[in-house]
């Protein structure tokens, strides 16, 4: 039976009142939604310590309900020492702060923010993310059953974050093992074991507390987001290793101490896989880096800033999430913290040591500025200012350093330089000048130029392990008092005041798991021969004390 056309008509009035209703309700709930987001990431402004400890830089990296709960899944990644190692915190190396509501009770470094990863959009569930405090500082021990100082601004003595984040993509791609006999289908691989779900049963156990709606579902969609990018990554980059491999030098080989950062950016800059990259560099010290003329250890870039925001791209900061108010400001005022921080004085915090006597130092300090003040400067010791000598600052050729050269020789540094600068656009907070990173055009090629710039040793006892790459455990040994080690155990080393830096056991234990070998590719503990070789027939060992009783003073 055919539809009257006064039918139709009221059909096609309900219908358009109907789709003006949806659009209606779509403009509430989209405002409400704007409403509500505007209040879900206030901007928070710090001063610069706060920054320094607790403000985000954009690497936020998961919601806070998976890092509380992640660890307890998969232990069998993050406790690779097994449960005798003690929790992840301590087997990767983490600072537990002294206040336990601190960072969410996250370890120190992992900083809680309402900003999504990547985008840096607002968030209704808490993300975390870390501040420079997780790699910029350390626990000074002087034996193993001492709780140690915690000190801000030395690069850590103990953090392996590289087989942490190891640790985290493996438990990311874990799947549920398939039933006893069946035969595994590629097309059809088995359910991933971490989902919204047990994470939201494991964190009410845990904490008695429900996940909300809004909670699970940014969970959920977190969780198809970074699989994502992980599952587009692995052709180029290869599966994580995660189980007990993460701590294990010949699947990781960073180790403690030490990041790639420049493996990083050669992946997000150039899109390029850099697995061939041994480029290990040591997590810088960076108090007093107003007394620098060039950062990093190849003097590459002069500006503070523009450093600072490097390291933060190499951390899984975004250019987009860069450019936010709160971010920018955190970034730039803990640069400005490390400016003006001071190392406090090895007298204070090894009052058990004798000092040297005053001849004694007396004749260090000429052996000092004999064979290292004119590259290194050194405190006046009228004033206690820092001077710098008339090569501070400069970049000694790798010919003349011969200290490791992958840091300086991969294969795409010489056109880092300039993509780098074009990271950041004309009106980005962290633009900077063409002038202000190395390589500069037309030098890109010339391998002659690059080396490691001569920085000022403020605060030299704090600066251990000694080279580039970490390679060097002790004071004495990098100025040829003792012979270098050529194999060590890294981990949670104790402080060796004597010979000014870390100790080692013979083999591996608990606490210093990872094995050190300089003769791997990246890990040279050679060059840097001053005042002499320690083969060297002039070697004087008793100037040799001296100056390592002088050095301490510094």
Known sequence: MPVSRDRLHKLSRIGLISANVLVLLALVVTGVFIRLERGWAKPVFRDPEQAFRHGTIGTELMPLPVAYVLPDLFPEHFQPGGPQGGDWVEQFGFLRDSDPSANGGLPIGFVVSRYRPQSGAPSPVAFVGFS????????????????????????????????????????????????????????????????AKTIADRYRAKTGEKLGLFERGMVALWLRQIRGRLDDGLARFDEPYGHGLSRDPQYVPTGPTRTQPFRTLIRTVLHRPGNDMPVYTKIATVFSEDLRKRSQFDGSIANLYARSSLAALAAGATVENMSLP????????????????????????????????????????????QYCYGCHGGRDASTGRWENGPQTGEVAPLAQIKTDPERVTFRHYGEMGDRLFRVFPDKHPFHFRRDEISPRPGEEENLAIRGYVNAPMDGMFLRAPYLHNAGVLTLAELINLKKRRDVFYRGHNSYDPIDVGYRSPDAPDAASYFKFDTAVRGNSNKGHDYPWAYDDARRNVDDLTALLEYLKTL
């Open 326 to 369: 709160e971010i920018a400001d955190n970034i730039r005022k803990a640069s400005d913290y490390t400016a003006t921080l001071r190392p406090p004085r090895f007298a204070d915090l090894f009052p058990q040591q004798s000092p040297a006597d005053a001849g004694r130092l007396a004749r260090g300090r000429e052996v000092y500025r």
């Open 132 to 195: 420079c405090a997780l790699c910029h500082s350390t626990l000074i021990r002087a034996g193993g059953d001492q709780r140690g100082q915690i000190l801000y601004g030395p690069g850590s003595s103990s953090l392996n974050l590289f087989a942490w984040l190891d640790a985290f993509q493996a438990a990311l791609l874990a799947r549920e093992p398939p039933p006893a006999g069946a035969s595994l289908d590629p097309a059809k691989p088995p359910p991933y074991r971490l989902t």
